[in-house]
């Protein structure tokens, strides 16, 4: 089989990428010292999170020469995410820290005034302009295809400028952003984008680099309304997994977070099996879901922590999945059944080494939400969401949020957060505020969610997935004053989640609030609708959202 090499220094998610080359039919030799770049012909530098972090790790590893060694030598070169991003001079990041200046230019942040920052989601990679509809590709590169893009900090498109050297240039936008999301030159190819994470369109790609297709006319020829530039509308298909009464690890889902049937543990009911989580998994990527969410709703107690199903859930499913990873369920500090002490960041590098993109915390951020209150909104630096997100990146760390609501007659009537509800409380009340729960639900806490989700964003959380108890389960669609009320908090994205029952919630919910993506569960498992009738009926209502490649 053919080899490619890729740099072994990264931290996160390379499982993924070593997934998608060998489903190429190729194999992945690993560098391990500087020494050893000059014997690959062609390589591939990986990269997720902070650029300053990732270039001086280069530099310290002896690694930058002998890159740019390989690059000037003409040699395959590929780099993705930070790996586009060091070829660069440098970066708003963090400006002490030096790109390797293969191509001149500086990253900028987005602006976060009319968007959320991080940009998570699916966007164009495309050398279309104007009315103008490439109809060669560059690396596979289809304009009307979308690419899973996951950053905040982008080099800024400004015609002419990287042409005139001779680059080529594939753009995105985001907002009213032009960036480049592709770029490529002789020996040279880089993707902003994770093109192991963009599903079929992403494999494409980079098996026209692993094959040196370098420029091809396009078999066929994309319209230019295909072709529309911009973030889609990402639809996120979730997967509720424990153990069963029988010992197997089982899909399940709840009404309201109760997940056994009528009556529940004391009525006898048993745990609802809705399915295989690998299966399920694999199911809805083939649906053309955007994202894979599993929450561990147990965390599976008394297992050893290296034991973890999870963990093998996670393997097996990037195997077949090329689209984004979370996992949720028990990432907080614990002690191990033989005594030995496990640090959050310890169980989340066990989870991205086995194929996960982002993890996702519930209870622990709520502690830690509450103790930065409790410390004056002072950064304690040591809690899961903070060691996290410096060792990863603040999009590989997701904040799951389980909030009810309280109904009072007046905002005085409580010290809390409210909102004017059209939905009244049991007793006619008109405001309501939203308590934070932990532990699946069963404890309520005298914590708020605008106190938790703006306390989060200063941890360093990347994004928010909101639940809501009333709603989970019911069919009846979001609760769009909770979405609303959660993005007036915060700049990072949210993930609306709960009370999707049919396409029209999916719609209604990014029609009525400026939610990042919206989740389902139920409707999927019990087989009432499709990922893909969801996003048919989108693309119907004029929202944009990825197609569905095979
Ligand atoms: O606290 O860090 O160990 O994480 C536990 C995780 O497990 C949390 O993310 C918490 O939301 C989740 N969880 C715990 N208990 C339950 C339960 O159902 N008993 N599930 C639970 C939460 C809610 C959603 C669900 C949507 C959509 N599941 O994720 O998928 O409400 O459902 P729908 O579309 O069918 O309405 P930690």
């Known amino acids: 089989m053919p080899t490619v090499h890729l740099l072994d220094y990264v931290a996160g998610n390379v499982r993924s990428l070593v997934n998608a080359i060998e489903k190429l039919g190729w194999t992945v030799d690993w560098i391990k010292s500087p020494e050893e770049v000059s014997a690959a012909e062609k390589l591939i530098l990986p990269g997720v999170g902070h650029f300053g972090y990732c270039v001086s790790q280069f530099a310290k590893a002896g690694y930058t020469e002998p890159i740019i060694a390989h690059i000037r ?153 295909s072709a529309k530039l911009g973030l889609t509308r990402r639809v996120i298909a979730c997967l509720d997994v424990r153990t069963n009464d029988q ?29 295989k989580p690998v299966d399920m998994a694999r199911k809805y990527y083939e649906q053309g879901a955007d994202e894979v969410t599993f929450l561990n709703i147990t965390s599976f107690r008394n297992c050893p922590v290296a034991d973890l199903p999870m963990l093998e859930i996670l393997r097996r499913t990037s195997e077949t999945v090329f689209v984004p990873l979370t996992i949720g369920g028990g990432i907080r500090d614990t002690v191990d059944t033989d005594g030995t002490r496990i640090s959050a960041l310890d169980i989340a590098t066990l989870y991205f080494k086995s194929g996960a993109d982002k993890v996702s915390i519930g209870s622990d951020a709520v502690t830690a939400a509450e103790e930065f209150y409790a410390r004056g909104k002072t950064l304690a630096g040591t809690t899961a969401i903070e060691t996290i997100s410096a060792a ?47 532990k699946g639900g069963r404890e309520g806490r005298d914590f708020d969610v605008w106190q938790l989700v703006t306390a989060v964003e200063a941890m360093g959380a990347g994004e928010v997935l909101l639940n809501c108890i009333d709603k989970d389960g019911t069919n009846s669609g979001y609760d769009l004053e909770l979405i609303n009320d959660v993005k007036a908090a915060i700049r990072i994205p949210v993930i609306a989640s709960s009370g999707a029952g049919n396409p029209a919630h999916f719609a209604e919910v990014f029609e009525k609030t400026s939610t990042d993506a919206a989740l389902g569960a139920g409707m999927f498992h019990r087989g009432e609708y499709t990922v893909r009738q969801v996003k048919d009926y989108l693309q119907e209502q004029g929202l944009l959202v990825r197609q569905f490649e095979d």
């Open 73 to 225: 030598a003409g040699k395959p070169f590929m780099g993705i995410c930070v790996g586009l991003q060091a070829l660069f001079e440098s970066s708003e990041e963090d400006l002490s820290a030096a790109g390797f200046g293969v191509i001149p230019g500086r990253l900028d942040r987005f602006g976060d005034k009319d968007k959320s920052v991080p940009h998570i989601g699916w966007n164009s990679a495309s050398t279309s302009s104007g009315d103008h509809v490439a109809g060669d590709s560059l690396y596979g590169l289809r304009p009307d295809s979308k690419y899973y893009y996951v950053h905040s900090y982008a080099m800024p498109y400004r015609e002419g400028e990287l042409e005139k050297d001779g680059w080529a240039v594939a753009t995105a936008k985001y907002g009213d952003e032009e960036f480049v999301g592709a770029v490529a030159r002789d020996n040279v190819f880089a993707t902003q984008f994770h093109p192991e994470k963009s599903g079929a369109a992403g494999l494409g790609v980079i098996k026209a680099f692993l094959e040196g297709r370098k420029r091809e006319a396009l078999p066929s020829a994309p319209s230019l309304a």
């Open 247 to 275: 010992g197997d690890l089982v899909v399940t889902k709840g009404d309201q977070y109760d997940v056994r049937e009528k009556g529940g543990v004391s009525a006898g009911g048993a745990v609802r099996n809705l399915g």
């Open 392 to 438: 990863y990146g603040i999009q590989a760390v997701v904040v799951s949020v389980d909030p009810k609501r309280v109904y009072v007659s007046s905002p005085s009537d409580t010290a809390h957060h409210t909102i004017k509800t059209a939905f009244l409380g049991p007793k006619d009340e008109e405001y309501c505020w939203y308590q934070c729960t932990t």
